[in-house]
């Protein structure tokens, strides 16, 4: 058999590999010698698997191939050279034909030549490892073969004692982008082929520690730890804090602070052996399943919890610590409790930050076959024998991997791979490794090798009966007993794509309300956008892929630069740990703790009596250290003088009282806002005649075309393109799940015409102190409309609207927003407000937002989603001003939502990227009645009942005035 044939019958082998070391811990920081391989690599593409091999053999010469960083994706470098990313969601872009892949196979091969440094240690032995590479690699060291293997997000390793010299050594590597592996790993996201996880040579002295595993228990009743830590080879466990020096397999029971997400305290120690010293950072705690419950040191838990994908825009899945870091300490700023590492265990380090920062974690097997559902599950692997030894390897690793973290509490089999034997040979295999910790898996509703029952884009009324222990039952009746046994876990929930998601806090009060239900993680963390020189940021399709699932792959709580989205600042508020609620009008407030483990003593309690908008008194209250689970209410501090005419309130704010590891003191964790008097709109000015002159009526301060009655012009300030307005550009929840028919609502709106509404006048008709104009508007081909009256009055000063609409005909859709729209110049760009912000807020999305007086720029208000779409809303506004700098239109006389844009509804439904949006000499404002709500249909339910804009009879009062002063307005 030649070398060529050698590799290509690799590649379709469903065997995990041949040639690696024994899966185990991840090397932990210790005193032995290692050296990175990482840096610029010589790299070569071939378009098929069986490209000669001649490169791994001595002396030969690739000074003609091109440079390739390492870790990194080969198609993310080289400009287009190396081919380019593709995106698919759940099918394979390839033929299903297990085991076999495509003759046109991308394969990368590169080599790296390195020196051992002058301190490598004589004696003891080496190992060469890689964290990750995609989708298969054969390997090679100075023109010997050490062996091949696949599972893309899982360590391998080699023993290369033998292979190595002081001087020149060659590491040669062949991956190829496709393979029999890759039918385990159809996970939603890029396909990017390559080394994109680091490559390590590691010197292991005589007597090293071959693996070990720490076992940290925590007795909740007793206050104790148990430290047990095997070891191969035996050795010595040293933690100095605790009085601990034992030896290796024996156990120390000894009073410690449990480890939580809350509060993550962990042990420095070492493992002790003749040839290494190895460090230990142990955290005690335990976690089971118990009286129905998912429990930990005792206390059940509530997962505020996230998926997270391994991804930057530049780099792919290929991520530095900082980055790391970074998203770790936004978890924890933003109240998340909670990670699940969809669907492959992520770069080691990731949990080394979650045990020193704190995030209970699920971790997830790189296992996922979901394009096989395109099939009817016809030779899925999970069923089929001859792959359980691939699946096995893959459980392995990730277990023995990860074991000695604190920060996982979780196991989990995979994700979206049907059921089979597969699976349950799987969770026998990790039960008896690791019986510490509880087992997940979603795709077996029989709940046969789970510990806990778990569910996706389950909507609010099944959550409901879930948590009532009411949920539909199955064929099997043994399988609906095990399962209404069990704990519930939403792993995938409240869809983050585009604007959205919606009814995160109707999800959140059933997780609170029913003990059975303990949370769930938000798909996801993350937008996938890649960085393009053409669209900013790219998604599916943009790279010519034939078959892909465009933007869906933009689906986070943060943009692809990870910057939060409104939906992750809606989401901190709606799972924040303390709740603050009462009667503002008697004082009194209620806080209670929805921590786990802490008491509030962390957090000081400011309070901000505020009168429209402003504070006019503020302090602190003293609030008891109210213990997990506990409440208390206090009395308000005395208010100043009641103003009925006024608009007035408690703002809370629970912050931090002192610095943290991921945040300063003074950083908020939760906030609420208790009204104390409502305050009252402007009265309607008294009426003056409208005077006609030629095309135009003159009404006090507002001018009318005299034909249609559209407005024209306020104080002098010219008005365009009046009218009442229906129409939102699509939000990616609009347009609903691509693969499931009569999913879209959108698509019925522009059915029935929406989005190109006509408006027929009826009347335009001056009266004694007022105008009125009567409108029909309605979509072609359709006999549904709008009556639409619009009521002008004005005084000189002020002019006011109140537009009357009622519908005719039979409307079986909601409208996706009522009010009206008009343009103003380019120059009115400044906006302040009083009213929800200082981010966008929709009907069921407005959880982040507070009331109070912001101010921003019009392309401040823009939120960047990656696909353009409905955004921006303020919501609850008492009032707005505009303005250019010289003369401010202010809006008020009633509470609305205004959207202010530097480009039309009809422009930016018609944009695929930010970067077709341009901004033109016209801003664009809407003041809206109601919208419709959010939801997160693009995969889960829609908008719920009391959110929908279902047509009715409306009326929307509005009232306009421009100053002749550029200082801006403030209450009074």
Known sequence: MTDTDTDIAYVVDVSPGSGTLPPRAWPPASDATRLSLNG?????????????????????DASAWDTLRVPGHWVLQGQGRHGSPAYTNTPYPFPVDPPFVPTENPTGDHLHTFDLPAHWPAGGEAVLRFDGV????????????????????????????????????????????????????????????GIFRDVTLLHRPEGAVRDHFVHASYDHVRGTGTLRVDSEPAGRVLVPELGIDVASGETATVPVEPWSAEQPRLYEGELVTDGERVRLRVGF????????????????????????????????????????????????????????TSHYPPHP?????????????????????????????????VADPRWTPALLDRAARMVERDKNHPSVVVWSLGNECGTGEGLSAMAAWIRERDPSRPLHYEGDRSCKDTDFYSRMYADHAEVEAIGRGEEAALDDPESDARRRAMPFVQCEYAHAMGNGPGGLAEYQELFEKYPRLQGGFVWEWIDHGLAHPEF????????????????????????PDRTPSPGLTAFKSVVQPVRMDGDGREGVVRIRNLYDVSDLSHLEFAWAYEKDGATVREGVLDVPAVGPGGSVELALPEPPRRDPDAETQWTLRARLAKDTAWAERGHVVAWAQLPVEGGMQPPAPGGSAPVRAGGRIALGCGEFDA????????????????????????????????????????????????????HRVEAVE???????????VAPAASDLALRVTYHWISNGIRLALRMDVEPEGAWQVPLPRLGVRLGLPAAYDRVTWFGAGPGESYPDTGAGAMLGIWSA?????????????????????RWAELTDGVRPLLVDGGTFAFTARPWSTRELDAAAHRTDLVAGDTVWLHLDARQHGIGSASCGPGVLPDHRLRPGQEQFRVQFSVRDSAAPRRPA
């Open 40 to 60: 610029s690599w010589r790299f070569r593409l071939s378009p098929y698997a069986d490209a000669d091999t001649a490169f791994t053999a001595e002396g030969y």
């Open 134 to 193: 995609e989708s298969c690699a054969r390997v090679w060291l100075n023109g010997a073969e050490l062996g091949e293997f696949k599972g893309s997000r899982l360590p391998h390793e080699f023993a290369v004692t033998g292979q190595l010299r002081p001087r020149g050594n060659v590491l040669a590597v062949r991956v190829h982008q496709w393979s029999s592996g890759s039918y385990l790993e159809d996970q939603d996201q890029w396909w990017l082929p």
């Open 285 to 340: 705690r335990t976690v089971r399943v118990e009286d129905g419950l998912i429990k930990a040191n005792g206390r059940p838990l509530l997962f505020r919890g996230v998926n997270r994908h391994e991804f930057h825009p530049e780099t792919g899945r290929t991520l530095d610590l900082a980055t790391m870091r970074e998203d770790v300490l936004l978890m924890k700023r933003h109240n998340i409790n909670a990670v699940r």
């Open 349 to 381: 380090a990731f949990l080394d930050l979650c045990d020193e920062l704190g995030l209970w974690v699920v971790d997830e097997c790189d296992l996922e076959t979901h394009g096989f559902h395109a099939v009817g599950w016809r030779g899925n692997p």
């Open 536 to 559: 900013g940021y790219a998604y599916g399709g943009d790279f010519g892929e034939e078959l892909h699932d465009g933007n869906f792959v933009c689906d986070g709580l943060l943009f």
């Open 707 to 758: 034909r249609t009655g559209a407005l024209l012009a306020v104080g002098g300030l010219p008005v365009t393109g009046f009218g009442c307005d229906v129409w939102r550009a699509p939000t990616d929840n609009d347009n609903g799940m691509p693969w499931v028919a009569g999913s879209s609502l959108a698509a019925k709106w522009r059915a029935l015409g929406l989005d190109r509404m006509q």
């Open 766 to 776: 001056p009266r004694a102190d007022s105008l009125v104009v009567r409108t029909r």
């Open 857 to 877: 720029t019009v392309p401040e208000l823009q939120t960047p989603y990656v696909r353009p779409q409905e955004n921006g809303a303020r919501s609850g506004t």
